[in-house]
């Protein structure tokens, strides 16, 4: 038991980090699967792809009629 905590005392920080940067990592794979099934874009712009110069790149040619 008394590993353990020496353990947690010296890597503790370390572990809560980690754990922070996998969940805020995981929110956002959740956040881009649920907006991929929702049919939003992943570019965020605000009027489609009628401005966008790269509107060619990322869509096939249907779908910018």
Do not use: E, P, Q, W
């Amino acid at each position: 038991m008394d590993a353990v905590l020496r353990f947690l005392g010296l890597y503790g920080g370390d572990i809560l980090v980690c754990a922070l940067i996998a969940a805020g990592v995981a929110d956002v794979i959740h956040t881009m699967r649920r907006d991929k099934k929702a049919g939003k874009s992943a570019c965020g712009g605000c009027d489609g792809c009628a401005g966008c110069a790269c509107a060619g790149m990322c869509h096939g040619a249907t779908d910018n009629k």
